[in-house]
């Protein structure tokens, strides 16, 4: 087979599976109304939950002082003070010694699990993972086992499994001769907080108690947790679910969702970021984010912490889920931003998705392998700048669209 003819076929089965994406072009600023292709669109499909990213004033600003571009990698001249103070900003907000910007939460995950797990390592992941939690184990030369969805016996059990087995021999060879050593084997344990197609959340304190009792290390993705969840003091899902620092050792959180920007960052201990710096290659082999960036999300994160735009998103959610209710709408349980409806059908959930875009809606339809077979559905998500009114919009035009023969 050429190359040509692998290329040929996998797109048309793509096709013929029904599972061909589009890209939409986006001709306004991300908000809650967006025009795409000229069309003006409500949009319940941005992960922007407290709606910041059409905010102009904190970048204009911070590129009059910074110009556009890094540079350079921050181990060569791209560090600024603005990474610093962002960084800082970023490690007391989640309420972690340090933390360590990346390009994007991608990056960050595949940084730490490459950089940390060994050969004769043991990775758990939640059968729900973030495609970049998965990517991440797989470049590790790790041993990944996936764990039933927000299962903490089948963690349990795969933990007991592999630490009742014999410690591993490993062969190296030094000065001219073999030598036989036995290496110790360690394991991680690695979560989406808020799962990002189902809108649900770990259970961290289970999760945190088991890894504690099996010496494992816990690391959590808030990706759609991170500057959206949290309790008066920091923010994040380990905060709303009252864990410190200690609970969760890692913590990896994005820019670029609740923080209305772009880039992430993992919080941990000292060493752990210092470890990071020295050895991880995503961050050591890529160019800075713009230092104008890391101003201007130094900026948003100042606004989130008042809590204000969290409360709205929160008014909003509670009025979607009693509305979802009312109508019987088969919305799948969360009590994030993240509300999907579950179709099934990959075919079915493309067609709503069309028809709600014909009467102003936007909501893209979520199909394999993003999420299991059978499982397609209409990711719906809130955000603060949604009104009531809008949220009304949204459900009746679902319902007469289900009614009128595309009923779940
Ligand atoms: C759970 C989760 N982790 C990580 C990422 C990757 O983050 P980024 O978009 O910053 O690369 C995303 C989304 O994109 C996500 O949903």
């Given at each position: 087979m050429s190359w040509q003819q692998r290329i040929h076929q996998a797109v048309q089965q793509?096709?013929?599976?029904?599972?061909?994406?589009?890209?939409?072009?986006?001709?306004?600023?991300?908000?809650?109304?967006i025009l795409v292709d000229g069309q003006p669109l409500l949009n319940f499909s941005s992960n922007d939950y407290l709606g910041l990213a059409q905010q102009t004033e904190p970048l204009i600003d911070a590129a009059k002082a910074w110009g556009m571009g890094s540079g350079a990698s921050?181990?060569?001249?791209?560090?600024?003070?603005?990474?610093?103070?962002?960084?800082?900003?970023?490690?007391?907000s989640v309420g972690y010694p340090r933390a360590l910007l990346f390009s994007n939460g991608y990056m960050a995950n595949l940084a730490v699990l490459q950089t940390l797990l060994r050969r004769q390592d043991h990775?758990?992941?939640?059968?729900?993972?973030?495609?970049?939690?998965?990517?991440?184990?797989?470049?590790?030369?790790?041993?990944?086992h996936r764990y039933r969805h927000n299962d903490g016996a089948h963690l349990l059990h795969f933990l007991k499994q592999h630490q009742k087995s014999a410690p591993e021999s490993l062969v190296t060879a030094s000065s001219g001769s073999l030598n036989e050593q036995t290496v110790s084997s360690l394991s991680l344990v690695a979560t989406d907080a808020v799962f990002s197609m189902d809108g649900d959340q770990a259970n961290l304190a289970d999760l945190a108690t088991i890894c504690q009792q099996h010496q494992a290390l816990l690391m959590i993705d808030d990706a759609h947790g991170f500057a959206v969840l949290g309790n008066s003091a920091h923010t994040g899902s380990h905060a709303?679910?009252?864990?410190?620092?200690?609970?969760?050792?890692?913590?990896?959180?994005?820019l670029g969702k609740g923080l209305g920007g772009y880039g992430a960052f993992?919080?941990?201990?000292?060493?752990l970021i210092e470890y990071l710096i020295q050895f991880a290659r995503p961050y050591i082999y890529t160019t800075a984010i713009p230092a104008a960036l890391a101003s201007a999300m130094q900026t948003n994160l100042e606004v989130v912490m008042t809590g204000k735009r969290q409360a709205l998103l929160a008014s909003n959610i509670d009025y979607f889920r009693q509305q979802a209710q009312h109508l019987a709408l088969n919305i799948m349980?969360?009590?994030?931003?993240?509300?999907?409806?579950l179709i099934g059908d990959d075919a079915k959930a493309v067609a709503i998705s069309q028809q709600l875009k014909q009467q102003g809606i936007l909501v893209t339809a979520i199909r394999p392998p993003t999420v299991?077979?059978?499982?397609?559905?209409?990711?719906i998500t809130l955000t603060a700048n949604h009104t009531e009114k809008d949220i009304d919009f949204l459900l009746t035009s679902l319902v007469s669209i289900l009614e009128s023969g595309y009923g779940v």
């Open positions: 793509r096709k013929a599976d029904n599972l061909w994406r589009q890209r939409i072009n986006v001709g306004s600023p991300q908000s809650a109304r921050h181990l060569v001249c791209g560090h600024s003070s603005a990474h610093q103070q962002l960084e800082q900003a970023l490690a007391e990775l758990y992941q939640d059968k729900l993972n973030h495609a970049s939690l998965i990517d991440g184990g797989l470049i590790s030369s790790a041993k990944m709303k679910q009252g864990l410190t620092a200690e609970q969760v050792p890692i913590y990896m959180g994005t993992i919080a941990g201990s000292e060493e349980p969360s009590s994030t931003a993240i509300q999907p409806l299991a077979k059978g499982s397609a559905r209409l990711r």
